[in-house]
C-alpha cells in the first residue's frame, strides 16, 4: 500500500494547489470511454493509479485504484476464483470511470450499477483533505452522489469491490421476437426468472429482435459442442453470431405456444428449442469487444472500398477493438458527428421511443438493457418510482425485489436502456438539431441519458431532471467542491457553437475523406494499444474446458 499511498499525497498536494488558486480542474486517468473532447487545460493526472492492489478470497472483496481497467481486473479475480457482480462489456473501462460514470451491464437488473457493487472509496476532496465514503455512514451523501457525478465532487483514488463465486461458463441462450413490443416484454419476463444472471437484448429491425440470457454454470458443453468464442481473430463478431443464429427463427413466444397447443413433429422448426452456446465467463463478458457492439462497422461505411466480409473483419482485426476504435473515432474527429446514447425509460414508454428513433434516424441495431434504477437524488437514469409502491405493479412485479437483493438501498422500478449508436447527420445544424430531438422525446417519455456522452439542452431542462439543482449545490458547499467545474458544466455542449465547429471542422482540409479516417488510424497504431488485446491474459485457451476458474492456466 505506500506505492499508493505516496502516488495519493501528490494528487492530494495537487489538488490543494488548485483549490488554494480557486482554479477548476479536470482528471485525467490516461484513456476515455467518452465521446466528449478531452481538454488538457488544468487536469490532475492518476494515470499512476492503476494497480489491483488486492484479491481477497476469504472476504471476496477486491482493492483496485481507479484506473484499473475491465481486462485486468477480471484476469485478477478469476484467479481467485471469484468475479465482480457488474462487468462493464469494454476491456478499457476503468473502475474509476465505472464509479464516477453511471455504468451497468447484463447484470444490472439483478446486482444495480456498478457503484451497489461497491463497499468504499477513497477520495481527494476538492481541498486535498483525503477521505473515506461508503453506502452507510458519515460520507454516504458524498459516495451516493459522487457515483454518476463525473468526478465534480472529488477524485476516486481507492475502491473496495464485492466479489462474487465465478464459474467456467455463460449458458447463453438466444429468444427471437418479431416486434418491438414482444422484445420489451421478454427483456422484462426474463428478468423475473431466478435462473437467469444475464439479460440484454439486440433489436436488428422492428420485426427481428433478440434477447439474450445468460447463466453462470460450471456445467460442460454438451459432447462434440465446442465453447463458442469471441475474442480471436477469426471468430465471429458477437452481434452478427446473435443474428445469424435467430434469422430464420419464430418467435421464441410463439415456438412456446406452438408446442402447448399441438402434438406436431418435433422437427418442426416451431417446436425447436431456442439456440444455446457455453461461452467462457470472460469471453462472455467482453463479448462486445470486438467490433464495440457494432460501432466497428461504421468504419467500413467510411472506408468504403473495403468490404464489410469476415476475411476483412480477420486482417483488420487489431483495429476493430473498442480501445482502437476509441483512438480512432476521437483523432479522427469523426465522433463530432456520431450519435452515441445510452437512454433509459420506463419500460412502459420504451417502444414509443424506438419508434421515434426509427423515424429520425434510422439507425439499427438497437441495445436493451434492463436497469435497476437508484431513487434519487442521483445522477443516474432514474424516474423515481420505488419498486414496491409504483403504480401499475402487478403480483410478478414483486419480484423485482428477489432479483435485486444484491444491491443496497432503496431501488425504483426497472428502468430499460437503450443503446443509441451510429451515424448522424453530415450536415452540422441537423446534427445538433437531431441530438435535441431526441433528448426532448426522452425527457417527454420520462427517460434520461447517460452522461458520457453530449448534452445539448438548457441548463434549467437539465437540472430538472434532476429534481433541481439545490441538493447538488449542497453537496458541493459541504465537501468545498464549490471550485470544480459542475456536472453540467463538463457534459453540456452549446449547440450554436456546436454548429460553428462543426462547419470549420467540415472546411478543414484534415477533416476530408479519407484524410480524417487515415490521421484517426494513425493515432490508433501510436497508441500501441493492439497489444493488450493480442496479450489479453482473459482469453479462452482450447484445451482448457475442464479447468477452474482458481487455478490458472
Known sequence: MEPHKQAVFKISAAVKGFFERKEPYRIFHGSTNSTRPFRRDRFVDISALGNVIEVNKARRIALVEPNVPMDRLVESTLRQGLIPPVVMEFPGITAGGGYAGTAGESSSFRHGFFDDTINEVEMVLANGDIVTARPEGPRADLFRAAAGAVGTLGVTTLIELRLVEAKRFVRTTYHRTNSVKEAIERVHTETLRPENDYVDGILFSKDHGVIITGSLTDESPPENVKPQTFSGAWDPWFYLHVQDRTKSLPSSSSSSSSSSSSSSSSSSSSDSPPPVDYIPLAEYLFRYDRGGFWVGAAGFDYFRFVPFTRFFRWFLDDFLHTRMLYRALHGSGESARFLVQDLALPYANAEKFIDFTAEKTGIWPLWLCPLQQTLPPTFHPHTGEPAKEAAGHNDNDNNDNNN????????????????????GPQDPAAFVATNRAVEDKLAELGGMKWLYAHVYQSEDDFWRAYGGKAWYDA???????????????????????????????????????PFAGLWGIWKSIRSRDYYLHRNAQWKYKEGTEHSTPDKPN
Request: a positive charge.
Open 475 to 513: 453537496l458541493r458547499a459541504k465537501y468545498g467542491a464549490e471550485s470544480l467545474p459542475t456536472v453540467y458544466d463538463k457534459v453540456h455542449i452549446d449547440g450554436g457553437a456546436r454548429t460553428e465547429d462543426l462547419k470549420q471542422w467540415r472546411q478543414a482540409f484534415k477533416s476530408r475523406w
Open 404 to 423: 435485486n437483493n444484491n444491491a443496497r438501498g432503496p431501488k425504483g422500478k426497472q428502468m430499460l436502456n437503450i443503446g443509441l449508436w451510429g451515424w
